[in-house]
């Protein structure tokens, strides 16, 4: 069965620090795999996006790593802002999209 | 351009009542897809559109949900006989034809059912 899972469910951090959220995934085949921000009350919005072929992508203060091998991916958030506070998705593309359940995260002054 | 828009933004129903949510795609995406999002869960796939295939209805939860996609491009989500269940953040997401590797998503619409 496809799954996503992602860890922590939910993380407090200090404003201006550095945190990093991960995913595991059982989907097969692989074609690509999203991280998305998603603030409350709003849609996804996409932060990146990686191959097969591809182990990091950067957008900004978000860098996402992928390890095919292991099936698994992470996404550092460098300098927090308070602006991050939001839950973060893992989505991982085969035919379609399986979801992890999020990473809920909030940044405090 | 604009980009994705879903209407009502927040519906309240009454249980029984049959609801029908709207999809705008952006303009010239031919993919669109429909995800659930409940409280404290994560997205879950309903129904996928693409151009004039026949659509991939394997994440509808129940008969009483159904969807069509007119002349390729708006989208309506219609609940029957709604549950207090059904309750959730509907969210829209279209894709352009070059692949369709980005979605788009829309701001959902909250539905209540009382």
């Known amino acids: 069965k496809n799954q996503v899972e992602q860890s922590p469910q939910s993380l407090i951090i200090l404003e201006g620090k550095n945190c990093t959220l991960q995913?595991?995934?059982?989907?097969?085949?692989?074609?690509?795999l999203r991280w998305y921000k998603q603030d409350t009350g709003r849609g996804p919005v996409s932060l990146t996006i990686m191959t097969f072929s591809e182990n990091t992508k950067s957008n900004g203060r978000y860098t996402a790593t992928l390890d095919a091998d292991t099936k698994q991916s992470s996404l550092h958030i460098t300098a927090s802002q308070l602006s991050d506070s939001a839950s973060y998705i893992c989505v991982v593309s085969a035919r379609v999209l399986t979801f992890g359940g999020g990473t809920r995260l909030m940044v405090k002054p | 351009g604009a980009g994705v828009s879903q209407s009502p933004s927040n519906k309240v129903t009454e249980k029984g009542k049959d609801v029908e949510l709207r999809c705008d795609p952006i303009?010239?995406?031919?993919?669109l897809y429909w995800y659930r999002q409940s409280l404290g869960q994560g997205l879950e796939f309903l129904i996928y559109?693409?151009?004039?295939?026949?659509?991939?209805k394997s994440g509808l939860p129940s008969d009483r949900f159904s969807a069509e996609r007119t002349g390729g491009s708006v989208s309506t989500l219609t609940i029957q006989r709604t549950q207090q269940e059904d309750s959730a953040v509907y969210l829209c997401?279209?894709?352009?034809?070059?692949?369709?590797?980005?979605?788009?998503f829309g701001p959902g619409t909250r539905l209540t059912v009382t």
């Open positions: 559109f693409q151009g004039n295939s026949a659509p991939d």
């Open positions: 995913c595991n995934y059982t989907v097969s085949p692989f074609s690509n």
């Open positions: 303009s010239g995406h031919t993919a």
């Open positions: 997401a279209s894709s352009p034809p070059s692949g369709g590797v980005e979605q788009y």
